[in-house]
């Protein structure tokens, strides 16, 4: 009976001393993070607010509207035109280009764990072109290189900056 109350307490104890050495054990690291060694380590398309907890959406620099320019493999040149990069649902990773100003479809894309955005079309649909390219941002500044496939074949690349209004 002595032995088990002791092992009883020791475990016990060792149980206190356990949780009360885990720097997480009363961490709040908000809703998109977790606590690792005492440090909140934020989901990826998160990151920590002034209040130093994982509740910041990446996504949310990136969206607003943008006047750009741009020049094309080919020789074209695009002055001074509009476009918006748009949120799309709830989630964190997903924007849509909206570049129809000047002729493109909508591209819907994927903010990686950096400030770059993917995005993938596998066919406009009345051309039959293929598009494919990635955005990155720097401050309001936002480059977008856009690589298009033509339904015979050619291959033409665009470059885009823009300026957030």
């Known amino acids: 009976m002595k032995k088990t109350a002791i092992f009883i307490f020791t475990a016990f104890l060792l149980s206190v001393l356990n949780s009360a050495c885990d720097p997480c054990k009363k961490?709040?690291?908000?809703?998109y993070g977790n606590c690792i060694d005492g440090t909140c380590d934020c989901d990826c398309g998160a990151s920590k607010g002034s209040d130093g907890k994982c509740n910041v959406?990446?996504?949310?620099?990136?969206?607003?509207?943008?006047v750009a320019s741009g020049t094309s493999s080919s020789g074209g040149n695009f002055s001074n035109?509009?476009?918006?990069?748009?949120?799309?649902?709830?989630?964190f990773n997903l924007?849509?280009?909206?570049?129809?100003?000047?002729?493109?479809?909508?591209?819907?894309?994927?903010?990686q764990c950096d400030e770059i955005?993917?995005?993938?079309?596998?066919?406009?649909?009345?051309?039959g072109d293929k598009y494919n390219g990635s955005a990155a941002r720097t401050g309001n500044i936002l480059t977008i290189i856009i690589r298009?496939?033509?339904?015979?074949?050619?291959e033409i690349t665009y470059t885009f900056t823009g300026n957030k209004k």
């Open 148 to 154: 298009r496939t033509t339904s015979i074949g050619s």
């Open 27 to 31: 961490k709040d690291c908000g809703p």
């Open 57 to 66: 959406n990446d996504r949310d620099p990136f969206i607003g509207a943008y």
């Open 81 to 91: 035109f509009d476009f918006r990069c748009n949120a799309l649902g709830a989630s």
């Open 117 to 127: 955005v993917t995005f993938d079309i596998a066919n406009d649909g009345s051309t």
């Open 95 to 111: 924007i849509e280009f909206d570049m129809s100003e000047i002729g493109f479809p909508k591209f819907k894309g994927t903010k």
